[in-house]
T-cell receptor
């Protein structure tokens, strides 16, 4: 079965640089979620989108922005990177049906900021 | 606000013995509860989900969890551990709107031969 695709899988950046992470949801899933997992930490919710509109916002820094496109893929843009942004970034998707709150996760993008 | 508390940060078992990973939840509404597993350097895989249809939920790889409203618990069990079960396990609750997941701190399961 098709899964959530994230690219790139690994990314190394310098402080103050920018990074763009991409997420391609499971076909026919129209809701996308982003999570950040620091080293040894539990995943923290950043932001979610439904039908290209932001549906919820969590602990996402102002330096980060995200959007969902007409083909339902999503991009997380991160600017002025800091050492503390080094983490595993997960994207998840779900179909927008009543009670369908199960989220299916991608393999993650490991961002290292030097 | 909703939250989950995983009562053990680390559980060690021998191969072939039962597994019990404990989770308590707090919610002002009838929650959707999940267990996810994360193997080293891997993504998050859904083990099982509770949605009020049945209190005993069966998941993949022989895992199951029982929802106990009176105890606000959702413990994960497996009758017989396998070496491949060694991983990080997260108890998770959905927020009321279903727009975000809230993770527990995780339990590291170690399995020895």
């Amino acid at each position: 079965a098709a899964g959530v695709i994230q690219s790139p899988r690994h990314l190394i950046k310098e402080k103050r640089e920018t990074a763009t992470l991409k997420c391609y949801p499971i076909p026919r899933h129209d809701t996308v979620y982003w999570y950040q997992q620091g080293p040894g930490q539990d995943p923290q919710f950043l932001i979610s989108f439904y039908e290209k509109m932001q549906s919820d916002k969590g602990s996402i820094p102002d330096r980060f922005s995200a959007q969902q496109f007409s083909d339902y893929h999503s991009e997380l843009n991160m600017s002025s990177l800091e050492l503390g942004d080094s983490a595993l970034y997960f994207c998840a998707s779900s179909p927008r049906l009543p009670g369908a709150d199960t989220q299916y996760f991608g393999p993650g993008t490991r961002l290292t900021v030097l | 606000a909703q939250s989950v508390t995983q009562l053990d940060s680390h559980v060690s078992v021998s191969e072939g013995t039962p597994v019990l990973l404990r989770c308590n939840y707090s919610s002002s509404y009838s929650p959707s509860l999940f267990w996810y597993v994360q193997h080293p350097n891997k993504g998050l895989q859904l083990l099982l989900k509770y949605t009020s249809a049945a209190t005993l939920v069966k998941g993949i790889n022989g895992f199951e969890a029982e929802f106990k409203k009176s105890e606000t618990s959702f413990h994960l069990t497996k009758p017989s551990a396998h070496m491949s079960d060694a991983a990080e396990y997260f108890c998770v609750v959905s927020n009321q709107a279903g727009t975000a997941l809230i993770f527990g701190k995780g339990t590291t399961l170690s399995v020895s031969s």
